[in-house]
């Protein structure tokens, strides 16, 4: 039996596990045993923003009433009615939270391959992406765990802290980065940091929990941390930019009101306080914008071609990785775990925010 870990759409806390007969292959289709996977704040945020993003969408469930959450890590091809996609090779890709799937690869080169199921044509081309381990530049087995906790999440700080300095940092002062603490939150801070002395960058200022304060100022990625409950000790004379990725609305309220219209942008990114989530209708300065990596994706190949997009990624990547993975002073520590019960588990912990921030979890059923 196939085995997957749905939820409700409606009420993320409702887990179920649903078994279907294997589904027996039809020429063009390959199947892939899904080897580990990374759970993170930000499969919270695919659950939050299922419906408005499309995530439900990618791997359908059959119930309008659930959902899967798709997960970052990789597999290994079980069974393949495809040329150029064998049994036994790995790739790097996107899941669903399940035991196997089966792809309909398209486009097929040494790199990897799309997968070109009919109901993924419409969504972001960069999650139906699967990279081929062997010829893939960034793969090491020995990180395999930290790839699949990271990457994704550094993809999107990556493309954050370049929007931001695309334009200017939009003149702000300041820069303010809500849940902190939270991984794809740290890399953007990471991203930052090495712009430190440059012309025009603004003053970056975390945002986070008091139980979270001491191991986010450890970080040393941010110029000031401070808890949410004291943000008004931050000087709002000046203009400022939020970027959101807890997605809590009364926050989101706050430093609106705080800064009025010398908030120069607001930028929304996650939703890992998803119990806090709301809409951005009539707050004061700017409406919120949703951070939609694969546009600046798409402009950045415009301007520097595929090649100059993945050589500047994988510059800043293999320096936060250096830096996450440090043995003298680690920023995260792997927790794998395999089984129905420890994958159960650590969904819920991570949505009841009982994951700590040092911690990665990294599963398989």
């Known amino acids: 039996m196939t085995t997957m870990l749905t939820v409700g759409r409606g009420d993320l806390r409702r887990t179920q596990w649903r078994e279907t007969p294997p589904a027996q ?12 996977f990374a759970l993170t704040a930000n499969n919270v945020t695919y659950g939050a923003f299922g419906e408005t993003m499309h995530y439900w969408d990618f791997f359908p469930t059959g119930d309008a009433q659930s959902g899967c959450i798709p997960v970052w890590g990789f597999a290994t091809v079980s069974e393949s009615l495809v ?47 699967y990279l081929r381990c062997s010829s893939d530049p960034l793969y090491r087995p020995e990180t395999e765990a930290l790839r699949a906790l990271l990457q ?42 090495r712009r430190r002395g440059e012309p025009g960058r603004p003053k970056v200022v975390g945002l986070t929990s008091t139980a979270n304060l001491a191991f986010t100022r450890g970080l040393s990625c941010y110029d000031e941390v401070v808890a949410y409950d004291k943000l008004e000790a931050v000087p709002a004379g000046d203009r400022a930019v939020y970027v959101d990725m807890s997605g809590d609305a009364a926050l989101r309220g706050a430093v609106h009101g705080r800064w009025g219209d010398r908030l120069a942008y607001s930028c929304s990114v996650g939703g890992t306080h998803w119990q806090a989530l709301g809409g951005g209708k009539g707050l004061p300065g700017p409406r919120p914008v949703l951070f939609f990596a694969p546009a600046q994706i798409k402009k950045r190949v415009a301007e520097w071609g595929a090649i100059g997009l993945q050589e500047r990624l994988v510059s800043a ?8 993975g440090d043995a003298q002073a680690p920023w995260l520590r792997v927790v794998s775990a395999s089984g129905r019960a420890a994958v159960q588990s650590a969904y819920l912990e991570l949505l009841e925010g009982r994951v700590a921030a040092t911690e990665g979890r990294v599963l398989a059923l």
């Open 152 to 193: 994704p999440l550094f993809i999107t700080s990556f493309l954050i802290d370049d929007f931001l300095a695309d334009n200017d940092f939009f003149g702000a002062a300041t820069l303010l980065v809500s849940s902190a603490s939270s991984k794809t939150a740290y890399g953007l801070g990471f991203c930052l940091a």
């Open 25 to 36: 292959l039809r020429p063009g289709e390959a199947r892939l045993r899904i080897d580990l």
């Open 317 to 324: 990547w293999s320096a936060f990785v250096a830096r996450v």
């Open 83 to 129: 040329d150029g996609v064998d049994v036994g090779e790995r790739f790097y890709g996107y899941w669903p939270m399940a035991d196997e799937v089966v792809l309909s690869p398209v486009r097929v080169i040494a790199e990897g391959f799309f997968d070109g199921a009919p109901h993924r044509s419409g969504l972001a081309e960069v999650y139906n992406r």
